[in-house]
């Protein structure tokens, strides 16, 4: 019996080797399919954040391979790559096909989700919570529940609706791994501070005591006192701190609780700030993107809120003359304490805030705006901003003291030029030469020649005459004299214009031999398209702008990490600037002392410089703000702070 086991294991040796690859033999047995290469290639540079290469792949298997059962994941990787490179049209349209072709499978699961995010970041959030219950109809995985809920609730946040984004919320919470509980909580604090006490009483009440019920609580406690109900407010504050007595929010509490205890509680009433936006009419995107802004200082203000309860009330001007002056008389009859806005119509909110002695401050490039009326406050970024903290910095850090100005023939273009002639000269400079141009022109030779000096004029003529004239034999194997250079005269160049403008003239200054000087624009440059398309040539150029949100700022990432966690999306210059001056006026109006609409105007042209994202601010004699703007340079693809940000007055 020995023996033959013996016998029978030669023999199965002997067949291996039999099979084995023979020395230069192909190898089929080990072969991996052309296909399966291609898409490992594509997955392993996706993987490794290299979407060129890895979309480049995806597209090649998709061409060479559209039957194979990795197609749908090829499909689904493409969508998913444009999302990330803000192809969101496309990504649609990739998550769409997934979804049509391949319905049944997991890769359809996951373009449905992904749909729902391409949606959001359209600004289609209708479609995404019309969408949301046939998406989570499907049998998604734990965390495609979650992703699918954070971005609904983002979706409803963004149409105003806090409470059923706290529904969506709520359900991401419950479903969230510990690493993931805490981006759901941060968004369902957002959403329950904007929410009515009723509806915080009612969902607390189904909790029954299970998470988040402790953050209901507490909210709840703040919403009555912000209704100006102490005794329900400091019951439910008091049954908080007991029960969760090592809440992040638990000392908070029992400041409120001690305040409502002390005697001052008895001079505490509700502030109601008046907010005057276009949500409707031709300037309906920035009235939203205001809004939330100040809601979002609203959500942000209440968690830590101290001193007399803060309401807003909105009115829509409808970006109409008329509707504005209703919309303030609307809210001088619910007499409100101060009014944030508008933006547009702004003459007609002025003058009808002066007339009912209710300060305003008004979100505005408007000239004179505040000669109005001594109730009218601007905090915006200005023309003369803009101008004012280039000029110090080129002047007072680089120590140039030449410049020239390159502009548009338009109100834009000659605001700018002034503004920017008059500080040059203020401190000290000089400017050789400021030449306009059409703003249609798309050609810019004839006005950079100019600056270049009468000798690169000259040269070109020389050019064009001996070009033109007759030669003998002799002469004409003499050498050609060298024709003088372009005289350029100046250490900087200012051309306030738009970047598609900006990115056509850039390149013609290179061009036409006007180089290795310093580019200057107005906070319109802070576009990637002008670097698409001025490449190199704007390389270091010098930008004044409002907010940054890639600020090294302690203070703007926690803003900008907060905004995105609430909105899933990332705050720009208006709904920074809507925030500072919400929280400005929030903090004002909450102060004890402050009683009276007369008090904010005092203390806006008194307070302390206000530490803000948009920078440091302060109100001057005429109430225009005087603020601490960003100074940005263009290096390497893409915008850099300049470390050194000089003010624009005051703060140096």
Not at 22 to 35: A, H
Not at 463 to 482: D, F, G, Q, V, Y
Not at 521 to 550: C, E, R
């Amino acid at each position: 019996m020995e023996r033959i086991k013996q016998i029978f294991i030669v023999i199965i040796v002997g067949f291996c080797f039999s099979c084995a690859q023979k020395e230069g033999g192909p190898g089929m047995l080990w072969q991996i399919s052309p296909e399966k290469s291609l898409y490992d290639s594509s997955e392993a540079h996706y993987q490794a954040g290299e979407y060129n290469d890895a979309l480049s792949g995806f597209q090649s298997y998709l061409s060479q391979f559209p039957d194979t059962p990795l197609a749908p994941a090829s499909r689904l990787r493409v969508g998913m790559i444009r999302s990330f490179k803000r192809q969101y049209e496309k990504a649609q349209k990739d998550f769409q096909r997934v979804i049509a072709d391949y319905p049944d499978t997991p890769y359809a699961r996951d373009a449905r989700v992904e749909l729902l995010d391409a949606w959001y970041n359209t600004g289609n959030y209708h479609q995404v919570t019309v969408s949301a219950g046939n998406v989570l109809a499907q049998p998604l995985t734990v965390k495609q529940v979650y992703r699918a809920n954070l971005i609904i609730g983002d979706a409803y946040m963004a149409l105003k609706s806090s409470r059923d984004a706290y529904y969506a919320y709520l359900i991401a919470f419950q479903v969230a791994s510990e690493r993931e509980a805490g981006k759901a909580i941060s968004k369902l604090k957002t959403a329950l501070a904007l929410m009515e006490t009723s509806d915080l009483s009612a969902e607390l009440d189904k909790l029954a005591g299970r998470p988040p019920s402790d953050y209901l609580m507490y909210q709840l406690g703040v919403n009555y006192m912000k209704d100006g109900n102490a005794d329900d407010a400091k019951a439910t504050l008091t049954a908080f701190a007991a029960q969760f007595p090592h809440h992040e929010n638990a000392d908070q509490a029992q400041k409120l609780i001690a305040e409502m205890d002390s005697p001052k509680a008895v001079a505490r009433h509700v502030n109601v700030i008046g907010c005057l936006l276009p949500m409707t009419g031709k300037y309906e995107t920035f009235g939203q993107q205001a809004y939330t802004g100040i809601e979002y200082a609203l959500s942000r203000f209440v968690q830590s809120q101290d001193g007399n309860a803060i309401k807003i009330l909105l009115k829509d001007t409808g970006s109409d003359p008329q509707k504005t002056r209703e919309a303030v008389k609307e809210l001088a009859d619910s007499n409100v304490s101060a009014i944030i806005g508008p933006i547009g119509t702004v003459d007609e909110a002025a003058l009808s805030a002066q007339g009912f002695n209710i300060p305003i401050i008004t979100m505005t490039q408007k000239d004179g705006i505040t000669d109005i009326g001594d109730s009218v406050f601007r905090n915006f970024l200005t023309p003369r901003m803009q101008v004012k903290a280039l000029v110090s910095y080129t002047v007072g850090t680089l120590g140039l003291k030449r410049f020239a100005i390159l502009y548009p023939s338009e109100n834009y273009g000659n605001t700018h030029m002034n503004g920017f002639r008059d500080e040059v000269v203020a401190a000290g400079g000089t400017v050789s030469g400021a030449e306009a141009y059409p703003p249609g022109q798309t050609d810019f030779a004839n006005a950079i020649k100019k600056l270049a000096g009468p000798q690169w004029v000259a040269a070109q003529s020389m050019k064009k005459t001996s070009a033109s004239s007759p030669l003998t034999a002799n002469e004409s194997e003499a050498p050609e004299a060298a024709p003088p250079e372009p005289t350029v005269d100046f250490d900087a160049i200012f051309i306030p214009d738009s970047p598609d403008k900006a990115g056509l003239i850039i390149p013609q200054l290179a061009y036409y031999g006007v180089a290795d000087v310093y580019l200057l624009g107005t906070n319109l440059w802070h576009s990637d398209k002008l670097i698409q398309m001025a490449k190199y040539n704007v390389q270091n150029a010098i930008i004044p702008d409002g907010f940054f949100a890639q600020s090294t700022s302690e203070h703007v990432r926690q803003f900008v990490s907060g905004f995105r966690g609430a909105y899933g999306s990332s705050p720009g210059f208006i709904e920074a600037v809507s925030y500072d001056t919400a929280m400005m006026v929030f903090e004002l109006a909450a102060r004890p002392d402050i009683r009276e609409r007369s008090d904010i105007r005092r203390e806006l042209l008194v307070m302390p410089p206000f530490e803000g994202v948009t920078g440091k601010t302060v109100f001057d004699e005429n109430r225009e703000a005087v603020k601490d703007i960003y100074l940005l340079k263009i290096f390497q693809g893409g915008f850099q702070e300049v470390t050194v940000r000089y003010p624009d007055g005051g703060f140096q």
